[in-house]
């Protein structure tokens, strides 16, 4: 073990030191030249970098004298034990640099500061996976690719060099693979597309992800075979064997994990979250049933998800779409409850009830985006049109509000169009007149 350190390790630590002779002015001159963009990007950029010198202290080309000189039991273990001190050195080299960044950019560019550091602080992606993924009120769904995606990350920390030689051999054999080989490959490939295209992934991510998982491992062992030979290569039909039949444990066990959630979780969000990730291994349950759960989530923008699913979107009743369309805290989500009510019950748009709370949440919307609110109303307006909704004969403009103005113009135009003309040689609202006329309101903007 003391020879590998001194042979592999030690010359790693040498060449982490030059790094950082390089690295450590180039930071400095990103203060000199005090370009936002350039100082969010260079903390990035280091630990990319950093990232890349992971590999630099492994047996490269040496691997076959390696393995005369030393049994596989010490390779192993230096292989490991070494990763895990690179891993620890970068840690470290990481945290202190951009400590020490942030330190240094607060004292000598206090203005530059105070807008870098906010926008470094609006990654959401693994940050917000792993806070989810940790929670206890996690879902399974979170808790398996928080897994997979761990796992994936180790397996690349800890890949041996080899992997890399023997992808380069693969590409050098690519051109001398039979005809007949790659039009086989072609044809499993096209199958198993197809075959995943008709059953739909999202139903089936339990099993899905239990076989990636599984698929992880197996790579795993078959990784450091390549490297360091612990066993033949006549034992890989076993090895598929085996991970067949844990995958098939996996998923099972995923299964039952999440259906026991479903059935003793205390809130209703997490009940209705793993009935989703089951998908079409969920339970049957009846519209009453499926009902008495929602009528217990608290905020309507956490069923939209499952208005996409048809298995889902038919349990749910027009009374709780209803409820929720006047309970809902965004424009968007409130629309989209109700396009989902049948044609049939839009008849419950001329009471003045749910106009109250769309109103509102236009109003807010406007005043934060108009074009944004403007294009969810013109596009809430052809739904009407199209689902053929028509308001009261005897109903007038006069003390409504502007969404509620423009989707009775609209339909009037289409459907009534002396009601139209009447109506529009009225006093209309100011802002219902620019989102009547304005054609360029028909393409959504950007939040600004």
Partial sequence: MRTLLSLFFVPYLRFLGKFHLYALPVMALVFLVRIPELMVLAPMIYMFALYTTMNRHQFKENIPWMLATFNKRTLVRYHLFAQTL????????????LV???VVMILVAPESSDQVLPEMGTGKGAGA??????SPLAGTKE????????????????????????LRQLEERQGKKSQNKQILQFSVGAIFSAVLVYLNPAQWLGPLLS????????????????????????????????SATA????????????????????????????????????PKISPEEFTAIAREVKDPSFIMDMLDEPRFAKLITPIQL????????????????????????????EQPTPWTNLEKLFSELHARNPASASWQAKTFERHLVKQKWQPKSDATLAGRGPLQQLVVLGVWQKQSPDLYRTAVAKEIHPLTQSLHWDEGARTPASKP
């Fill in 100 to 102: 020490s960044f942030f």
């Fill in 211 to 242: 076989f990636i998982l599984v698929a992880e491992v197996a790579y795993v062992v078959w990784m450091f075979n390549r490297a360091f030979a612990l066993f033949h290569p006549r034992h890989y039909n076993r090895g598929l064997m085996v």
């Fill in 129 to 134: 996976l792993l806070s989810k993924g940790m």
């Fill in 143 to 166: 808790q398996l690719v928080l897994a997979v995606v761990a796992l994936f990350f180790l397996i690349t920390m800890y890949s041996p060099v080899a992997l890399k030689d023997y």
């Fill in 322 to 349: 209803q409820t929720w369309i006047v309970e809902a805290k965004e424009l968007s989500v409130a629309l989209r409850l109700v396009k989902t009510l049948p044609t049939a019950e839009l008849v419950w748009l």
């Fill in 86 to 97: 690179v891993i620890a050195c970068q840690a470290i080299c990481s945290s202190v640099v």
């Fill in 247 to 282: 995958a098939v444990l996996v998923a099972v066990g995923v299964h039952t994990l999440s259906s026991h959630r479903f059935n003793h979780a205390a809130s209703s969000e997490a009940r209705l979250t793993e009935l989703g990730f089951m998908g079409a291994l969920a």
